[in-house]
């Protein structure tokens, strides 16, 4: 059977058929081995159970989504079925409230309106010059690494790097933040929300517990240093001409209501949580890849010194760096940033022939649809010519979404592009890296797809 005709026979199943899965243990289902291998689990559970498999973490049973078709209905054909109200999103509830990322129906709709022409590509490219700024400051800091040989953990520069830009693109400034309490909250906050979901029956946050304690004092911290920011610029009319000047200057058509104070944190909360790691990982891991791939780092260079000679990028450079953007692309497929989501149905429906109950929870996985051989022959392999113009048009929409899709694609992919493309072409200008020996790269699927460690590089000045 050819794999088109295969695919079909599969995504046609008749209806009422069991949805397969392991049956795992009586009370953990599988979350022992889930915590033992998280990525392994699922793609194992892919290549035996197809399009779609059903697995249970402790009290809940959770359906993965692996084909792309399946991933298009939820997402985008009767994505007003599959709602943020899923278990997967409640560790991070208390953080993000009714923030854009994690809002439903009418509300979310209303915010989406109001921040849209915030993040359209014209607006964006205001920050240019700001991104080039801040790659420039790290580049200069670099120097004395490369002098001296010592290796510097890329992921670490890389959230530096982002976590300055996204602070700057929302506050203009670092005013208010001199401490830096930002960054090292978000890190406490997400950590815990991770550990939460891999131990279903730890006790809940109220309970005065060393973690617990750690958490409260990360979110007052966050909370208290965004509250001032915003108290403080109440009255200003929109001088600043950054992110936050346009969220607090946002009326709705009908009403001519502003946000109200709460609700303008958790905005600004969750543009930090949702936009500066995901950014940051998918340039530590290009950079990681193109150390491991000297032919394509050798032809993204010339590519570089063509378009730009030794000038700095700019964003109408960005159409003529077309290979350095398919390596990028290439890079979210293999370490998609955001490698799971998660809905709850609201009522019940049909995928690929499979029953869906109303109420169920349901998993979709990037990284789990980008590796399917069938749909990208020999998928552990690095090759961006799979993004060729060509390529992308012959294979399905949804067999590759690192941003999501549908109305709920992520808000903010233009500016997550335009300040990876923008700091990829800068770094590979003026660095020549080498992965550092003896420290191999394990990846760790916590909210994002990290690297647990590093990777650790050698810098030379070129
Ligand atoms: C490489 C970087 C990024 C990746 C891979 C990424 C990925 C995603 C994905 C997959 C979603 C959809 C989640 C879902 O369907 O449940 C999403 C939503 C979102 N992203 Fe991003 N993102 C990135 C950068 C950013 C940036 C820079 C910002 C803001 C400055 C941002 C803000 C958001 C917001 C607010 C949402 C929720 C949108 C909505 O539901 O209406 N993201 N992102």
Redesign the pocket.
Known sequence: MSNQTEKLSRNERTIKEEIPGPRGHLLLGSLPEIQGDRLGFLLESARRYGPMMKFRAGPTTFLVVNSPEGVQHI?QTNNHNYT?QSVGFDPLRDLLGN???LSDGDF?LKQ?RLMQPA?HRQRIKAFEGMIMEETEGMLAEWESQADSGEAVNLTREMMRLTLSI?TR?LFSDRVGDESGAIGKSITVLLEDSVYRFDHPFYPPRWVPTERNRRYGRAKADLFGVIDGIIERRKGSSGEYGDLLDMLMGARDEESGEGMSSEQLRYETV??FV???E??A??LSWTLYLLAQHPDARARLQTEVAEVLDRRTPSDTDLGDLTYTRMVLDEA?RLY???WL???KAVEADEICGYEIPAGAEVAIS?YVTHRDPELWPGPEKFDPERFTPEKVAQRHRYAY????GG???????N??LL??MLALARITQRYEMELAPGRPVEVEPLITLRPKDGPWMQLKVR
């Open positions: 997402l943020k923030g854009l990322l979310w989406r993040f996204i693109a969750t543009l949702a936009g500066h995901t950014t990982l998918l979210m998609p940033p955001a989501t998660n809905r990037p979404f690192p941003f999501g109305p709920r694609l992520c808000i903010g992919n500016f997550a300040e990876a």
